[in-house]
Each structure stands twice: as C-alpha cells, then as structure tokens.
T-cell receptor, first 112, second 111 residues
Framework: DAGVIQSPRHEVTEMGQEVTLRCKPI?????LFWYRQTMMRGLELLIY????????DSGMPEDRFSAKMPNASFSTLKIQPSEPRDSAVYFC??????????FGPGTRLTVL | DAKTTQPTSMDCAEGRAANLPCNHS???????VYWYRQIHSQGPQYIIH???NNETNEMASLIITEDRKSSTLILPHATLRDTAVYYC????????????FGTGTRLKVLA
C-alpha cells in the first residue's frame, strides 16, 4: 500500500492567496483527519471525517479554513485568504474504524 | 480526554534500552494508551498501543501500571535512527474520536 498521500509537499504563497492542500487516504479507510503542526502549538487536530461526512470541525481555526471530502479517496483543506500565521506543516491521516491512525508525509506551507 | 505528562527530553546510548515514561493519572477505564514518534519533520509514525495489559511488537514494548495511571515505552536496543520525538496519547473510543498530542519527549540516541 502506498500509504497516505499528500500534495503538494511544499507550498509557498503570498498573503491573500487561496491555498488548497490535498490528501488521498489509504484505500479502505473510513476515517480521515487533518492536523496542523507549528512550533508554538504543536500538533493540533483541525477536522475529521467519517465515511466522507465531517464529524468534528471544532479545531478549524476560523472561517478562512474549509475542508471537504467529496469521495472516499480524496479530501481537500482550503485556506482562503491565506495569512502568514497559517504557515505550518499540515498532516493528513486516515484509519480503518476507530483504530490506529496512519499519517501522510505532510505539506509544508509558507505564507509570505 | 485524559491528559498526558512526559519528560521534555532524554538521552540514551546506542544499543541500550530506552525507557520513555508517560503519566496519565486521569485516564478512564475505556481509554487506550497510544505511542507515536515523529522523526525530524516526517509524519507521526505509530509504534504501539494498549489498554490494560503489557504489549510487545517488533518495534517496542509497552508497560502499563496496574492502576493504569502511567506507562513506559521501551525500545529494547536503541539505534541512532530512533532519535525522534515520542508522543504518548490517551484515546477514548466512545463519542468523539480524537488524538490529543502533547509536547512529547525528544529522545536523542548517542553513538
């Protein structure tokens, strides 16, 4: 299995631009998670889905952030408009049932 | 969700056992203990988990005290590649299903 796939691996953008991060979970997994990691706040859960339905989005920082899961094999996390404080590494993870989560390699986002 | 407390950093000599402690004194009966590690800036990697009994796999052993208020992750023969940040997480399966990552322990394996 290829594991969780994220793209792009690195993204540099300017303040005010829209940013879209992508995730392909492990085939057969029905839970998908988006995390953000910064030096100041560590690893934080932003949102998670079960069977493509958002279950808990209490970690989404503000309305500029949105996440979708149109099908079982694809999810996006969008930031519009982006701000420098959004600079972080964003991880996607998936699990089969309420079991071990497997993380992707992450997307390093830099907002100038 | 139960909170966890871990030492900020530890050193271990290569080839020796690394014992990483975790305190989770407010853990509930249905909450599992999970361990992950993060090497440099890679995605967190699953190591092991348990509920009550001690567990062992090809990577590590997990020792959970009888009262379940603390646990120890044991890497039996640490190598330089085990240098990483190790996270202890307490996870409840009922209701919201969330990992709450703490600050972890930065383990440095010394040659």
């Amino acid at each position: 299995d290829a594991g969780v796939i994220q793209s792009p691996r690195h993204e540099v953008t300017e303040m005010g631009q829209e940013v879209t991060l992508r995730c392909k979970p492990i085939s057969g997994h029905d839970y998908l998670f988006w995390y953000r990691q910064t030096m100041m706040r560590g690893l934080e859960l932003l949102i998670y889905f079960n069977n493509n339905v958002p279950i808990d989005d209490s970690g989404m920082p503000e309305d500029r952030f949105s996440a979708k899961m149109p099908n079982a094999s694809f999810s996006t996390l969008k930031i519009q408009p982006s701000e420098p404080r959004d600079s972080a590494v964003y991880f996607c993870a998936s699990s089969q049932g309420k079991d071990t989560q497997y993380f992707g390699p992450g997307t390093r986002l830099t907002v100038l | 969700d139960a909170k966890t407390t871990q030492p900020t950093s530890m050193d271990c000599a290569e080839g020796r056992a690394a014992n990483l402690p975790c305190n989770h004194s407010t853990i509930s009966g249905n909450e599992y203990v999970y361990w992950y590690r993060q090497i440099h800036s890679q995605g967190p990697q699953y190591i092991i988990h348990g509920l009550k009994n001690n567990e062992t796999n090809e990577m590590a052993s997990l020792i959970i005290t009888e009262d379940r208020k603390s646990s120890t992750l044991i890497l039996p023969h640490a190598t330089l590649r085990d240098t990483a940040v190790y996270y202890c997480i307490v996870l409840r399966f009922s209701g919201t299903y969330k990992y709450i990552f703490g600050t972890g322990t930065r383990l440095k394996v010394l040659a």
